[in-house]
């Protein structure tokens, strides 16, 4: 009777993880401009934009005001709208009820424009 329970419970458990929206392997890909997308949660969704996980390097500064090197940030969702190259910064997903209304231009040769350009190639 134990084991049927520890099954039952670990497949309940198994069951739950793979249902998270984070559950998925994480493959970070340095763009060279102090931020790491994580390409495996590249997706697009029914409202047209491509969603992604990024990190961004913060620069840490000592008591004297000194570089004293640099750590990634925590991973945050990101959107882009390539159709009409807009960026939507993960702070205006997060706080923001508006954020559509707040898409960024992403220029050609511009950074926000090579970092759109990454993600929409691949999108799927």
């Given at each position: ?22 559950a998925?392997a ?18 697009k ?69 090579v ?10």
């Amino acid at each position: 009777m134990n084991t049927i329970r520890l099954v039952v419970i670990t497949a309940i458990g198994l069951g739950l993880i793979a249902s998270s929206p984070r559950a998925h392997a994480e493959n970070w890909t340095d763009t060279g401009h102090d931020l790491l997308i994580d390409v495996d949660s590249i997706h697009k969704q029914k409202d047209g934009l491509v969603y992604y996980y990024e990190k961004q390097r913060s620069h840490d500064m000592d008591d004297n005001g000194y570089p004293a090197g640099s750590h990634w940030g925590d991973a945050e969702k990101a959107a882009v709208d390539c159709g009409k190259r807009l960026s939507y910064s993960s702070y205006s997903i997060e706080y923001e009820k508006n954020w559509r209304s707040k898409g960024l231009p992403a220029a050609p040769g511009t950074m926000g424009g090579v970092l759109l350009d990454f993600v929409c190639s691949r999108s799927h």
